[in-house]
């Protein structure tokens, strides 16, 4: 396999754009964009583990997962507490609060701020996982391109 | 009532201008697929908001709640938190590592052909099964609220098709989008307009409003009955209530994230954080939407009453009705005009994502291996596609009439996507090991227990009261399966497909390519750019 054409897969970007008219103009030494040809079609040049590898990496993937395992746990529990609840648990839940205004309303109105709340932490947290995507990005360039070098 | 005609037309007629529009804006196959990835945060949410509130929605949780009180609003809750699962999930991995479908992030490291096979089967079945309730359901509205001005369902029905083949063989994504958009402005406009006029009968007190739901009014086999319309229960009854409504919400909560005319739009952003942003905005636009279903319910159940409703065409009139007492005629055709938007915007993404998938996933790369013949095939397989898709949803829509029961099409769409798609796209993103036998097994059964637990279920077996007019049950002998909505069977049944057919081998092509999925879901590096004009 030749890996000195200019046009090459990791010659400054990681993969070259795709977008010509077709959508699938050849890149590089490849007919079609990465995601189109089947594990065994596609030998890649490129060393993703050293990637995977990377300890900027590692503590971005687990930051990720640090906030989106616990978030996902917490709503889907919070979700189905609603139906279970009023499901099974009908008396608790016809209390009346206010007026006539029971526990089943006010737990029903709250699933809509308990979503908007974990949507507003989670876009407050991706701001600190982009640019933890940043270094990676910038230091998987450099790392993957003199990796060319040396192969 | 011809008013309603005119001002529904008038939205016709700037809908045609912007596929007009967008017609000379789209050449190549990003553009018609994608909108060339240039559509920004804001509209992107406001187009997956016009996408997703479907007239089930707007018409059928009104109707719900002004018939059965505060179980109607459960639906609304579930529609909403749903997009936690595309917030959390979905959204980005899938911007970053697919092209045009979903089938793009499994095809990432499985084998292409099977994979992308069964993907582009199950895709098929949720929108042209979701495309069809919406056909019969626009045409048996248009033939209430324009029952006046000569306009039959079969009219209607064909005017929908007809409009929603041409956004999409001309426009392409781009007109889609924007038809979507304005949908969701008047939707939100009408509804939020409404919403002011009921607190405004009640004095702007919600005391008031809330005193009134106490203690609804309504005749009930000609005995008045008067019930807190707060309390549980008046939907969901014993012995199977509560867990059809938990079957529902897993229906919702996991099939969401799986609807393919949803996952379409995440292509047409710039990259994958402005996909989250565009998710955030939809959630703000939903989530105010579906809170104010308590004013549209609720205001229809105490200021028109469910007599009133009753006696003039049923359940799905309740919020068109609530604004002809509130704001007499025009404003009573102003909300049908926005019932029909809804209804075009959402079959209008339904066709193009069927007919994306077709194209690109089981055209380009199954039959043809991933190579297009001739410049711009696969674009025109899509127009093709989206012509037969819509010509054929015309005639199933007609074929059924406009008295089908096609309620249970909808949920069976839910379920396809939560029990098929979603488990393997989440396998693919997060188990290394899952394979291209996973993916299939998973795809298949999942789809094939959705579709027979609803055959089996109370939506198509069952026995008709004596003396029923239409025949309601398409099987007449008690139901084998006593839940209308199978996720929680079906769901499991999914990842336990996927799962079975990954132990039965192991893939250690699709497992040397995880690293660089992982890589590209999560940093994006090398992901499908914006492209020029």
Sequence with gaps: MRHDDESGPIAGELTPEIGAATDVASVGLKTKPGHELTAAEDSDPVDWSRVTQMPEFRSMVSAKLRFIIPAVVFFVVYYFALPVLVGYAPGLMSKKIFGVINIAYLFALSQFFMAWIIAALYLRAASKFDQMEQTVIEKAKAELGSQRGTK | ?533
């Design chain 2, 1 to 533: 009532m011809t008013m309603a005609l005119a001002m529904f037309l008038f939205f016709v007629s700037i809908t045609l201008v912007i596929t007009y529009w967008a017609a000379r804006r789209t050449s190549g196959a990003s553009a018609f697929f994608a909108a060339n990835r240039q559509i920004k945060g804001w509209q992107n949410g406001f187009a997956v908001a016009g996408d997703y509130m479907s007239a089930a929605s707007f018409l059928g949780i009104a109707g719900i709640i002004a018939f059965q009180g505060y179980d109607g609003f459960m639906y609304s809750v579930g529609w909403l938190v749903a997009y936690l699962t595309v917030l959390l999930i979905v959204a980005e991995p899938l911007r970053n590592a697919g092209k045009y479908t979903m089938a793009d992030v499994l095809a990432y490291r499985l084998s292409a052909r099977p994979v992308r096979a069964m993907a582009s089967l199950s895709t098929i079945t949720v929108s042209v099964f979701y495309m069809i309730a919406q056909m019969v359901g626009a045409g048996a509205l248009v033939a209430l609220l324009l029952k006046n001005s000569g306009i039959s369902y079969h009219t209607a029905v064909i005017g929908v098709g007809v409009l929603m083949i041409v956004y999409v063989v001309f426009g392409g994504m781009l007109a889609t989008t924007w038809v979507q958009i304005i949908k969701a402005i008047l939707l939100m406009g009408g509804t939020i307009l409404l919403s002011i006029l009921v607190l405004a009968h009640f004095g702007f007190s919600f005391a008031g409003f809330f005193n009134a739901i106490g203690r609804v009014t309504y005749h009930d086999k000609g005995v008045e009955v008067v019930k807190d319309f707060l309390q549980p229960g008046l939907r969901f009854k014993p012995p199977y209530g509560a867990l059809d409504l938990i079957s529902l919400g897993m229906a919702l909560i996991f099939g969401t994230a799986g609807l393919p005319h949803i996952l379409v739009r995440f292509y047409t952003v710039p990259d994958a954080k402005t996909a989250r942003i565009s998710v955030v905005w939809a959630m703000g636009l939903i989530g105010t939407f579906y809170i104010l279903t308590t004013f549209l319910g609720f205001g229809a159940a105490t200021i028109v009453g469910r007599d009133k409703i009753a006696t003039s065409g049923g359940t799905n009139m309740s919020a068109p009705l609530l604004a002809q007492s509130l704001g007499g005629d025009f404003f009573f055709a102003f909300i049908a005009a926005i019932a029909f938007a809804t209804i075009l915007a959402v079959v209008a993404g339904l066709t193009i994502s069927a007919s994306t998938s077709f194209a690109h996933d089981f055209y380009t790369n199954v039959i043809h291996r991933g190579t297009e013949r001739k410049q711009g095939e696969e674009v025109r397989v899509a127009r093709v596609t989206a012509f037969i898709v819509g010509a054929v949803a015309i005639a199933i829509a007609i074929l059924l009439g406009p008295n089908a029961n096609v309620a249970f099409l909808v949920a069976l769409a839910f379920a396809v996507a939560a029990s098929a798609n979603l488990p393997v796209i989440v396998l693919s993103l997060f188990w290394k090991r899952f394979t291209t036998r996973g993916a299939v097994c998973g795809l298949g059964t999942g789809l094939v227990a959705s579709i027979l637990l609803i055959v089996m279920g109370p939506s198509i077996m069952g026995v008709d009261a004596p003396g029923a007019t239409a025949a309601t049950h398409l099987i007449q002998s008690p139901p084998i399966f006593p839940l209308e909505n199978p996720g929680i069977v079906s769901i499991p049944l999914g990842f336990i497909g996927a799962v079975l057919g990954t132990w039965l081998g192991s893939e250690p092509a699709a497992e040397a390519k995880y690293d660089e999925l992982l890589v590209r879901a999560s940093t994006g590096i090398g992901a499908e750019k914006a492209s020029g004009h």
